[in-house]
């Protein structure tokens, strides 16, 4: 709305409240704060409400009722020119329209690097991998802050983008210390988890320590209360589970170079078996994706330990 609009939009609403509320011998109404008031006895005449339009169906409607919208994306310019030679009616353009639009979309691509190219394909992926693995706010922020600048230090360069993309975020889960796994990250993405790790190693060795941030390994203390939530297991179990892996750790325990899936699903396990809650062996290792020998052999180690 440009000011001369608010102008004669403001003598509108003023006039209306002079001539319904006779508040002294000479009201002078005024917009304050979204409220009509008189200067010069102070009275309140009412509101300055602003309701919701209408909504638009057809050209006229939509050119009459517009507003001035945000010129910029997050990424490049706001209008992008197709390669669909059609006018906003879906009718076909003539000769010279033609002619016009394809020199306008070499001109476009011309004005937009490699970089820009770049974001507007992983973008799109992080959002979609973040939706499905519900991830916070935060740790996508994270993310993109680690893919952007990958991208321009051109690592991605003869490299899977989708795989730079699962990278980043893992790394960004693993920063922010979420209880998730490679493998949540790599299935939902559909790539494999060999090209995930080798982007994943990039990330740690030559972007992380540019941007002070700091990798940090998932533990399986951490893995215990995420297993015990997922079988529906109380808190009292989870606490004793991991209260076993400290004290097995204190007295030896080497955990380095180790699933910490195992440790933890094995630690459920075990603190499981001598209560109400009992989980067979079947159900703890396909939550933890491991097998039943693993279980097993890592539940050996702890109480070999705990003794």
């Not at 993405?189 to 990330?203: E, F, I, S």
Request: charged share 30%; aromatic share 6%; with cysteine.
């Amino acid at each position: 709305m440009d000011n001369r609009n608010n102008r004669k939009y403001i003598r509108q609403r003023t006039g209306k409240a002079q001539e319904n509320v006779p508040c002294c011998e000479e009201p002078s109404i005024t917009i304050r704060d979204g409220n009509l008031v008189c200067t010069n006895c102070g009275t309140v005449a009412g509101q300055d409400m602003v309701s919701y339009e209408a909504r638009a169906f057809t050209i006229q409607e939509v050119n009459k009722r517009k507003r001035t919208e945000k010129k910029w994306r997050d990424i490049g310019p706001r209008t992008f020119i197709g390669k669909e030679r059609a006018d906003s009616k879906g009718k076909l353009l003539n000769a010279e329209g033609k002619t016009l639009y394809n020199r306008l979309d070499k001109i476009q691509t011309s004005l937009i690097d490699s970089l820009e190219r770049n974001k507007w394909e992983a973008k799109p992926k992080l959002e979609l991998l973040c939706s499905k693995l519900n991830i916070p706010v935060y740790i996508k922020e994270t993310a993109w802050r680690i893919y952007v600048e990958a991208a321009k230090k051109k690592l991605t360069m003869g490299r899977s983008i989708i795989g730079f993309v699962a990278a980043s975020l893992y790394a960004a889960i693993r920063i922010h210390e979420l209880p998730r796994l490679l493998d949540e990250v790599s299935d939902s993405d559909l790539v494999p988890r060999k090209n995930v790790h080798q982007a994943l190693g990039l990330l740690v060795k030559i972007i992380l320590p540019k941007l002070g941030l700091k990798y940090k390994p998932i533990t399986s203390t951490q893995l215990v209360y995420r297993f015990g939530n997922d079988l529906n297991l109380p808190m009292s179990i989870q606490s004793e589970a991991a209260k076993m892996l400290e004290e097995a750790s204190k007295k030896g325990l080497h955990n380095i170079g180790k699933d910490p899936r195992g440790l933890a699903a094995s630690a459920i396990y075990i603190a499981a078996r001598h209560s109400n809650h009992r989980r067979t062996q079947a159900e703890i290792s396909e939550i933890a994706q491991i097998t039943e020998v693993t279980l097993r052999s890592r539940a050996k180690d702890i109480r070999a330990y705990l003794k």
